[in-house]
């Protein structure tokens, strides 16, 4: 394998020292990029585009060509395992994902099967080696999956939901059969995270987009216990390197001392937490990736520079954080402003990394 020529995002998530703050973009390769609507419409739908691997791939490096970015995700999405598992994953333009089949008693959680990553999956990997080859060491490649929390949402509900109304009915109501569920939904972010790992991947994060929309409590037993599980099952180490773990709870900024033990090398933050205080509040336990408002990214290049230089002091001096946003980048942002952005990042960080 060919050594890695920029990996200041992997010594970040391990907090070994960096000459510039790493930074990229959840969603960075998406619909804010010409090249990128070009290439959709050219395979006809998103689905295509991520079960073609040479597409897929096309895609990933979209971004890292116009900016100067510290590191690829995989494109793809997580509602790839409840497709794998025969829920019929497709999307309806300007509605979001929805499933032919949707998940109603313990009998449909029993019919579930976990998938195999190569067999079931293998479009996934199969993008993974391809990307990984075709970054030929430029930087390194991140892996991802939903929690088994955020995925059950969306096989129970049968697509987005503003309320979570069957979910959370099921929790409450039947909390042996949601414990089912999850269970086989951590048993596949395994193996699928692995499949990954063994494929290329670098780093893995989980998106748990769902996970603070539960109760503190429920939080705990239904979304954080299962990541746990996820993280002790991980491959930590692949080709000579560690394969760090990043958790991502959007809206989990009340429960960060909790995430912290979770075994994970890095938090995901999203805006509604100061990343300074974040930073005294896990201590050296993790490395922080965040924090900015997407939605600065509508404002003026100045006002961008401006909230990315608050952003860093409030973090200060030493390694530990990879910047990012709190959540994915907007169909609607200027690209320009994006690379302010991500100029901004590396010309303000060098000062807090002497
Ligand atoms: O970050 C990246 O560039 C990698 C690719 C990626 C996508 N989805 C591509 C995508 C990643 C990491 C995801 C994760 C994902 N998918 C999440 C977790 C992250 C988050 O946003 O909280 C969730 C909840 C999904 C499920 C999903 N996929 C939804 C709700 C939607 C529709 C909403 C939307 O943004 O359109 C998708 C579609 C999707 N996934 C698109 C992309 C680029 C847009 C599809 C298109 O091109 O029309």
Redesign the pocket.
């Known amino acids: 394998m060919t050594a890695l020529k920029n990996d200041r995002f992997l010594r970040a998530l391990l907090k070994q020292p960096v000459d510039v703050t790493p930074v990229w973009m959840?969603?960075?390769?998406?619909?804010y990029l010409p090249e990128?609507r070009a290439s959709?419409a050219r395979a006809g739908d998103?689905m295509s585009?991520c079960m073609n691997p040479e597409m897929a791939c096309e895609v990933t490096l979209q971004p890292l060509e116009r900016y100067p970015l510290d590191a690829a995700?995989?494109?793809?999405?997580?509602?790839t395992i409840p497709d794998a598992m025969g829920l019929g994953l497709y999307?309806e333009a300007g509605e979001?994902?929805r499933f032919r089949k949707r998940i109603e008693t313990a009998a449909d959680i029993a019919a579930l099967s976990v998938p195999d990553p190569e067999r079931d999956l293998g479009y996934v990997m199969e993008a993974v080696r391809t990307i990984r080859r075709e970054l030929n060491g430029h930087v390194p490649l991140i892996g991802?999956s939903?929690s088994p929390w955020?995925l059950a949402t969306?096989m129970i509900e049968g697509g987005?939901s503003k309320d979570f109304r069957r979910s959370k009915a099921m929790l409450y109501d039947n909390p042996e059969a949601m414990h089912a569920l999850l269970s086989k939904l951590a048993d596949s972010v395994t193996t699928y995270l692995n499949g990954q790992i063994l494929a290329g991947a670098q780093a893995v994060q989980i998106?748990d987009?769902w996970g603070g929309n539960l109760s503190a409590a429920a939080y705990q037993t239904f979304s954080l216990a299962y990541m746990q599980r996820i993280v002790k099952g991980l491959i930590r180490e692949h080709e000579g390197r560690k394969v760090p773990v990043i958790l991502f709870t959007?809206n989990g900024g009340l429960w960060l001392e909790s995430l912290a033990e979770s075994g994970a090398d890095a938090l995901g933050l999203d805006w509604t937490c100061d990343i300074g205080e974040a930073r005294r509040r896990v201590g050296d336990k993790v490395a922080l990736q965040g924090n900015m408002d997407p939605t600065v990214l509508y404002a003026k290049p100045e006002a961008i520079r401006s909230e990315v230089g608050r952003i860093l002091s409030s973090y200060g001096h030493g390694s530990g954080h990879v910047f990012n946003l709190g959540?994915?980048i907007t169909p609607e942002v200027d690209p320009a402003h994006a690379g302010a952005f991500i100029e901004a990042v590396h010309e303000l960080s060098a000062v807090y990394h002497r």
């Open positions: 959840m969603r960075q390769a998406g619909r990128y959709r998103f585009l995700i995989l494109f793809s999405d997580i509602l999307f979001g994902p991802f939903g955020t969306y987005s998106f987009t959007k959540h994915g």
